[in-house]
T-cell receptor, first 115, second 114 residues
Framework: AQSVTQPDIHITVSEGASLELRCNYS??????LFWYVQSPGQGLQLLLK??????LVQGIKGFEAEFKRSQSSFNLRKPSVHWSDAAEYFC?????????????FGQGTILTVHP | DTGVSQDPRHKITKRGQNVTFRCDPI?????LYWYRQTLGQGPEFLTY????????KSRLLSDRFSAERPKGSFSTLEIQRTEQGDSAMYLC????????????FGSGTQLSVL
């Protein structure tokens, strides 16, 4: 079965520190991969996506993610976290094509930022 | 672009009652999706429409659930005979039909079944 796993339920970092959120996927073929952010009372916002090509993808708000086929991973990174980055982050995948909008989400990682 | 709107934002109901939620997608978007998100979990796909046609339904969508998009614009999601397990955030998203178009999500309707 297709699945997306985020091993860390909750991560706490200090403002200015670097961040890495983990994501692993299990799909029959390499899926399309996404990271979304959800703040309280807000809709899910797309940070970045990977379809093919360069395995390091840049997104909005200074985030980047690296696709590693050998590890079935798509980890999200940010070099220096800001207090406004505190939110819940979701990794997601789909099989592309006509299934593009049918996303499989991970369980989410809650990010807390300490001043 | 006014974004995806969902109404109501919150709904509290008693077990056994019927509830209906509405989603207004971005006006030029042909595709509309419904997801359900329970506490501590990521969203789960329920169903999607292209224009007025419902093209796919998840097995999560039991017989008590029905979704419509009668004129290819707004959509409604109805839950009949609600159960406590239906308590969740119901999210709507929309997109265009070009390949790999970005999904825009609404803020959701939070349902609490007492």
């Amino acid at each position: 079965a297709q699945s997306v796993t985020q091993p860390d339920i909750h991560i706490t970092v200090s403002e200015g520190a670097s961040l890495e959120l983990r994501c692993n996927y299990s799909y029959g073929a390499t899926p399309y991969l996404f990271w979304y952010v959800q703040s309280p009372g807000q809709g899910l916002q797309l940070l970045l996506k990977y379809f093919s090509g360069d395995t390091l993808v840049q997104g909005i708000k200074g985030f980047e993610a690296e696709f590693k086929r050998s590890q079935s991973s798509f980890n999200l990174r940010k070099p220096s976290v800001h207090w406004s980055d505190a939110a819940e982050y979701f990794c997601a995948a789909n099989a592309g094509g006509t299934s593009y909008g049918k996303l499989t989400f991970g369980q989410g990682t809650i990010l807390t930022v300490h001043p | 672009d006014t974004g995806v709107s969902q109404d109501p934002r919150h709904k509290i109901t008693k077990r056994g009652q019927n509830v209906t939620f509405r989603c207004d997608p971005i006006s030029e978007h042909n595709r509309l999706y419904w997801y359900r998100q329970t506490l501590g979990q990521g969203p789960e796909f329920l169903t999607y429409f292209q224009n007025e046609a419902q093209l796919e339904k998840s097995r999560l969508l039991s017989d008590r659930f029905s979704a419509e998009r009668p004129k290819g614009s707004f959509s409604t999601l109805e839950i009949q005979r609600t159960e406590q397990g239906d308590s969740a955030m119901y999210l709507c998203a929309s997109s265009g039909t070009a390949p790999n178009e970005k999904l825009f999500f609404g803020s959701g309707t939070q349902l609490s079944v007492l």
